[in-house]
């Protein structure tokens, strides 16, 4: 089977691997869609953390079943995404319930070998069966439910202003659900295209470009003074994540889910005076893969607006690099298979 392997920063080679054999416990899948996302890109780039070389990439799943034990519950022909954070089920997180932290934690295309190939072997526990959905739409849960995680850990409450920094495919996907859970939603990217992609796309009503607006001004316009009383990251840049601890009301949560190499730099008087929370948002749980499916199910969400670019596997190693450019307007990148 064919390959696609990150051998170092900036070099994909596609080689020639035998198809996985099943072991128990195991299902055999064939790879139909390849969501690429900003772990991939920062991985390409040589900013990701928790990162070796060489690495096969790819998390983002659509998934048919080729190969399972028949008493796992799934059919040769079922259509799957997978949870693809595997967890030891030992350390202190997964005995206190948090797989998605284990302090072992073995991330599909991270720290162990991902989808970009066109057969994997994946532990069925690790499995989600929608045979409603399509290879895109399943692709593109595992995104949605690290915003959905994020805005959990916000507990983000009816009618309050939550300000989402960074209008990439996880921004966006923390949007849609601050959305649905009753949050009065603020939009602000430093990219235009973007940025119009929120309001004409999402209905964000409030949008802010913090490359031409004064964002302090802007966010007590909006808020009537108070400013948001929930604050996200979604861009894993150093200089806005430090910058947005000035946007917080008193008494808000900040929440990061973008994540850089470098320090938090925070002015302590500032932070202290709003009893602010800090927290991070890392992965995503069985339960926030669920919400989104049924989200998902129920039309109150539609992902497949957010592919912008299509490419077929055999030209991802040609065109990957062009998707890190902002001029190119990528916000998700479908690879398809056969």
């Not at 996985?20 to 991939?40: F, N, S």
């Not at 339960?287 to 596997?313: N, S, W």
Request: hydrophobic share 40%; net charge negative.
């Amino acid at each position: 089977m064919n390959v696609l392997i990150c051998q170092q920063p900036g070099q994909f080679e596609y080689v020639q691997q035998n198809k996985p054999v099943l072991q128990r416990g195991h299902a055999i899948l064939q790879v139909k869609r390849i969501g690429i996302c900003g772990t991939d890109l920062h991985a390409f780039e040589g900013t990701q953390p928790y990162f070796q070389y060489p690495r096969v990439l790819g998390h983002e799943l659509g998934c048919e079943v080729v190969e399972v034990d028949p008493s796992s519950g799934f059919v040769p022909g079922d259509k799957v995404t997978i949870v693809p954070y595997f967890a030891c089920g030992e350390c202190v997180a997964c005995r206190n319930e948090l797989p998605n932290c284990c302090a072992a934690i073995q991330v599909f295309g991270v720290h162990i070998d991902g989808g970009m190939k066109e057969f994997i072997s994946v532990p069925t526990k690790a499995l989600l069966k929608a045979n409603d959905m399509s290879f895109d739409e399943l692709a593109l849960v595992e995104p949605l439910a690290i915003g959905a995680h994020g805005i959990r850990r916000a507990a983000v409450q009816q009618g309050e202003f939550v300000l989402v920094i960074g209008a990439g495919p996880i921004g966006l996907g923390i949007m849609e659900f601050a959305r649905i859970a009753g949050g009065k939603v603020i939009a602000m990217d430093v990219n235009t295209t973007r940025l119009d992609f929120c309001k004409d796309k999402l209905a964000v009503k409030h949008t802010i470009n913090a490359a031409t607006e004064d964002v302090l001004q802007r966010l007590k316009e909006i808020t009537n003074g108070d400013m948001p009383t929930v604050v996200i990251d979604a861009t894993g840049n150093q200089k806005a994540i430090n910058a947005a601890f000035l946007y917080m009301a008193h008494g808000a949560r900040y929440v990061l889910v973008g994540l850089q190499k470098g320090n938090l730099e925070v002015a302590h008087p500032e932070f202290h005076k709003r009893e602010a929370t800090l927290m991070s948002s890392r992965n995503a749980t069985q339960e926030d893969f669920d919400h989104v499916m049924r989200c998902m199910q129920q039309k109150l969400v539609d992902p497949a607006t957010y592919i912008t670019h299509r490419v077929a596997f055999t030209d991802v190693k040609a065109q990957f690099e062009s998707w890190i450019n902002p001029a190119n307007g990528v916000i998700k990148a479908m690879v398809e298979l056969s």
